[in-house]
């Protein structure tokens, strides 16, 4: 378990992290997101010992990370895969991080098998590709067979395939009981990924929940409806008056449907079987997270633009009669739905950004190869000191040095 209180850093006059409190459960993998700059990395860097907070402390499994006697063992983690002597030898590169760590050799071969990196463990990793850097960034925080395990960004950049690998891999170290947490900008790969999310703004928490919770929470769910009589259906909807009721045209789907938010399935196919209306679909859709997400950091992002104004307007009469400009009325579309009561979204989104990708303005490489160790921090965990080095002039602790 990771515990969070009161966290906070600043650099010079930048607040990166402000009072920020959260735990990170064992059992499941939990989810650090926030806009570019609102402080991940730091946080990430705070608990790793890697970066003293100014005020508060991360504590892991009760202790701060300086205070523990084998820190390769309890916690493992992947900062940036690029920390690795592009001269080393995949194998060479972990034996000298076990040796470091007081770790048995043998372990050296198990996580190289476990991250599927055997065939190429005599490789140079400057050779290597993004993707096999990560896997031997995620080898080196394995290696000391932690209960906690540190990953920042670690699918960044990775083709479908690496990333359905690390998703699978991330779940299944969750499931052997460990703490997992993990930042990603692939918001959609969080959906599928993290059990439980974090999500921060400017260096505050902004939400603390489970996945579906926290979508459930920030956005609202509408039912998807296809018949061949809309025009009917909407007449019959403009009858009702229940709080609440909106609909406008489905903009998701290929040919004309309805999205109606405010009135659940069940109840709008009562109404179109009392009215013996034909449907040809009636699904309930949930928010995505990459909605979620965008409604509570909007005012968090620190580069933004704003979208274009919604199409759809008050009084649209596409689908006949009851759509009146006020009460029941149209949705806005595209975009995420606005929550009741409010009018079309301004929601503000990242310029020139995927839609599922958050912008990752920050440069790979956060710290450049050659800072002092225990600023930076190797992938897969500190290395030789302070953390436990073998004595001076042991070759094998030294990362330039280069072994085959
Ligand atoms: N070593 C540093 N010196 C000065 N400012 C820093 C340093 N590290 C981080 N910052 C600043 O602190 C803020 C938080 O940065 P951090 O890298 O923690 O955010 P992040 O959420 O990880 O961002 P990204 O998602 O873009 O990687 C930013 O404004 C950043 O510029």
Same mark, same amino acid.
């Given at each position: 378990m990771i515990e969070a209180s009161g966290l906070t850093k600043t650099y010079g006059r930048t $607040? *990166?992290? %402000?009072d920020l409190s959260f735990t990170v459960r064992s059992g499941m993998v939990t989810g650090f997101l926030g806009p570019n700059g609102s402080g991940k990395s730091t946080t990430m860097r705070m608990m790793l010992g890697l970066d003293n907070p100014d005020r508060g402390r991360a504590l892991i499994d009760g202790q701060r990370y300086i205070d523990l006697k084998h820190p390769l063992r309890k916690v493992g983690s992947l900062l940036d895969a690029n920390w690795v002597h592009p001269n080393r030898t995949a194998a060479a590169h972990l034996r000298w991080m076990a040796r470091a760590n007081g770790i048995s050799r043998r372990r050296v071969g198990e996580v190289l098998e476990t991250v599927g990196l055997t065939a190429v463990a /005599?490789? %140079? *990793?400057?050779?290597?590709s993004l993707g096999m850097k990560q896997r031997l960034g995620i080898a080196s925080a394995l290696l000391g067979d932690p209960e906690v395990l540190l990953f920042d960004e670690p699918v960044n950049g990775l083709d479908p395939e690496g990333i359905h690998w690390i998703r699978t891999f991330m779940k299944g170290l969750a499931a052997q009981g460990r703490t997992v947490l993990v930042s990603s900008h692939l918001l959609s790969e969080m959906a599928l990924t993290a059990d439980h999310l974090v999500v921060i703004g400017r260096g505050r928490l902004i939400a603390d929940a489970s996945t579906k919770e926290f979508i459930a929470r920030s956005t609202e769910s509408s039912v998807r409806v296809r018949s061949p009589q809309l025009g009917r259906l909407t007449e019959a909807l403009g009858e009702l008056s229940v709080p609440g009721l909106r609909w406008g045209p489905d903009t998701g789907t290929e040919g004309e449907a309805l999205s109606v938010v405010g009135l659940n399935a069940d109840k709008i196919g009562d109404l179109a079987a009392d009215k013996r209306i034909t449907l040809h679909e009636l699904s309930p859709q949930t928010g995505s997270l990459e909605e979620a997400f965008i409604q509570l950091t909007s005012q968090a992002v620190e580069y933004n633009a704003r979208e274009p104004m919604p199409m759809s307007q008050p009084g649209d009469t596409r689908w006949g009669?009851?759509?009146?400009?006020? /009460?029941p009325g149209p949705l806005p579309a595209p975009g995420p739905l606005p929550a009741a009561g409010q009018g079309a979204p301004t929601q503000q989104v990242p310029q020139g950004q995927p839609a599922q990708q958050f912008p990752h303005g920050q440069p790979a490489q956060q710290f450049p190869q050659g800072q002092p160790a225990q600023q930076g921090g190797w992938a897969g965990g500190p290395p030789a000191q302070p953390y436990g *080095?073998?004595?001076? /002039?042991?070759? %094998? $602790?030294?990362?330039t040095t280069q072994e085959r």
């Open positions: $607040t *990166a992290v %402000s /005599g490789k %140079s *990793a400057g050779k290597f009669p009851g759509n009146p400009p006020s /009460g *080095a073998p004595p001076p /002039g042991d070759s %094998s $602790t030294d990362p």
